[in-house]
């Protein structure tokens, strides 16, 4: 006799790569006929809505999400996820161990990553020789400087540098983070004071303010990943440092006019090399909840497996892949030939650490963010100051104090300290 298909809901975030694992989901559906699939696409915000208060007050309303790997290590250490269990062919040592440690909770693995990024160098060689400047594999924020001002000619409408200037924790906010880590600073102390104020927090600023000033576009403010995207596509950024996700498009040359004079280096350091390149992956969790965890395992064990970045590989070919996950990608010499930005992808990756980001000790996870509830609220409005900032809205020093102040008392309200 015939039984009733157990239904997975999967909530999803509406970008390329998941969207192909959609259409992929027959082939799941035709290895197990007792498993239908049934998709819910949000934009990244409303996901991020729909998901948390779904698994803060246990609504059930899914049985697989799509979870940051800010999400990750909070809801695991608040026991809103199932841990993931996975058997042999999966392979969980071939996961690579920084993205793995940013998803893992007291040894348990709470999310499997369906695709990551690190933070990297992307430049135009052209201009970089034209100027007779060799970038190094490891430039420092200092080398980055003296390139922007050789290569900015606005006149011919090129700018020596682009970077995120919209605000948001996610916006200006990654980015900034790396750069004040790489500048010596951090979020939070270990009484988990901000450190908004501090020296390095100033230093980083002031460099970045005067950097985008001197050699950026007109209007940074208002610029994130995709603004900063298209101007690059077409040929007016010397330099632009951000997601090594981006890599692929500026050097595809149906997408970029520049594709061919793109090369590819490491993010800059300065201080110290600690979270100089961020870390970040989108990745499939299962709610604690769930009535259907054999059969939500069993999905997501084949949306993040080997066999899966095979399958999309056969599918779209190896430029398609979702990248920033396991090793055996970037050992497969196909995958290599059909992204040459691939090695300088995968060493950003390891060599980002999110339990020790910061040259002084911080007591949170994560290179970019700081996994806690918080964070978001705080990332928001910093964003928002050091965006009025660069802006020419306020001073620097206004706004660092303005936002360790609001800071402060999101910290003291959440109960860090009295």
């Given amino acids: 006799m015939a039984h009733a298909a157990t239904e997975l809901?999967?909530?999803?975030?509406?970008?390329?790569?998941?969207?192909?694992?959609?259409?992929?989901?027959?082939?799941?559906?035709?290895?197990?006929?007792?498993?239908?699939?049934?998709?819910?696409?949000?934009?990244?915000?409303?996901?991020?809505?729909?998901?948390?208060?779904?698994?803060?007050?246990?609504?059930?309303?899914?049985?697989?999400?799509?979870?940051g790997m800010y999400e990750a290590p909070i809801w695991g250490k608040k026991g809103w996820l199932t841990e993931l269990k996975t058997d042999a062919a999966y392979d969980v040592d071939d996961l690579l161990p920084a993205v793995r440690g940013g998803l893992t909770v007291d040894g348990k693995l709470f999310a499997?990553?369906?695709?990551?990024?690190?933070s990297m160098l992307m430049y135009r060689k052209d201009l970089a020789d034209k100027a007779g400047i060799t970038v190094a594999d490891k430039p420092t924020w200092t080398d980055i400087k003296t390139l922007a001002s050789k290569i900015h000619d606005p006149k011919n409408g090129v700018y020596g540098i682009c970077l995120r200037g919209k605000?948001?924790?996610?916006?200006?906010?990654?980015?900034?983070?790396?750069?004040?880590?790489?500048?010596?600073?951090?979020?939070?102390?270990?009484?988990?004071k901000p450190q908004l104020d501090s020296k390095p927090w100033h230093d980083a600023i002031t460099f970045y303010v005067d950097l985008l000033k001197n050699y950026g576009p007109p209007g940074s403010s208002a610029n994130s990943f995709n603004e900063i995207l298209a101007l690059t596509n077409s040929g007016k950024c010397g330099m632009w440092i951000?997601?090594?996700?981006?890599?692929?498009?500026?050097?595809?040359?149906?997408?970029?006019?520049?594709?061919?004079?793109?090369?590819?280096?490491?993010?800059?350091?300065?201080?110290?090399?600690?979270?100089?390149?961020?870390?970040?992956?989108?990745?499939?969790?299962?709610?604690?909840?769930?009535?259907?965890?054999?059969?939500?395992?069993?999905?997501?064990?084949?949306?993040?497996?080997?066999?899966?970045v095979q399958l999309v590989a056969k599918t779209n070919g190896w430029a398609n892949v979702p990248t920033g996950t396991r090793k055996s990608t970037y050992a497969s010499a196909d995958f290599q030939k059909a992204a040459r930005f691939a090695s300088a992808e995968l060493k950003a990756i390891e060599s980002s650490n999110p339990n020790d980001s910061t040259l002084p000790k911080s007591p949170y996870t994560?290179?970019?963010?700081?996994?806690?509830?918080?964070?978001?609220?705080?990332?928001?409005?910093?964003?928002?100051?050091?965006?009025?900032?660069?802006?020419?809205?306020?001073?620097?020093?206004a706004a660092l104090k303005a936002s360790q102040t609001a800071a402060d008392r999101e910290m003291k309200k959440a109960g860090y300290y009295k």
């Fill in 9 to 67: 809901v999967i909530a999803t975030v509406n970008n390329g790569h998941m969207i192909e694992m959609q259409k992929l989901g027959k082939n799941f559906e035709a290895a197990n006929p007792d498993i239908k699939l049934k998709w819910v696409t949000l934009e990244e915000g409303v996901l991020r809505q729909r998901v948390t208060t779904d698994i803060a007050t246990k609504g059930g309303q899914f049985d697989i999400m799509t979870i």
């Fill in 242 to 308: 951000d997601a090594t996700i981006a890599a692929s498009f500026v050097s595809d040359p149906k997408q970029s006019k520049v594709a061919a004079q793109m090369a590819f280096a490491q993010a800059p350091t300065q201080v110290t090399p600690k979270g100089a390149n961020w870390l970040w992956s989108w990745n499939l969790a299962i709610p604690a909840g769930s009535k259907k965890v054999d059969a939500a395992q069993k999905f997501v064990s084949w949306a993040t497996s080997k066999d899966y």
């Fill in 112 to 118: 499997a990553p369906f695709y990551g990024e690190s």
């Fill in 167 to 192: 605000p948001g924790w996610g916006d200006n906010m990654a980015f900034l983070s790396t750069l004040v880590n790489t500048f010596g600073g951090q979020w939070f102390d270990m009484s988990w």
């Fill in 366 to 397: 994560g290179v970019q963010f700081a996994a806690i509830p918080e964070f978001q609220a705080i990332g928001i409005a910093v964003g928002q100051q050091m965006s009025a900032a660069l802006a020419g809205k306020s001073t620097v020093d």
